[in-house]
């Protein structure tokens, strides 16, 4: 992508070994992991949910730590808004 090195110099970033657009959207898509992901479909300019899930997210300590305490035992009474909406939208990302 010759505009990205057009832009990069025009902000005067220094050359970084693995830094370039698409490792930029895979941290915006990584950062944005809260918001819906139609959402953040659109927000990216991805035209699919599942091309965000499947190339630009990315796990990440912090938001494995807050889904592994955000854990209930199994039966342990109604699920709460958060916990739904990721089930949800693990069955999107799966169809």
Known sequence: MHW???VAEEAKLPPVRGRGFHSLRRKFAT???HAPLKDLAYLGGWKSVQT???IYQRPDEVTMHRAFEARRPVGAGDRTQEQ???TIRHQV???
């Open 52 to 54: 965000v899930v499947n």
């Open 84 to 86: 739904f909406d990721t």
């Open 4 to 6: 990205w090195n057009d």
């Open 93 to 95: 990302s799966e169809r």
């Open 31 to 33: 950062e944005m992991k």
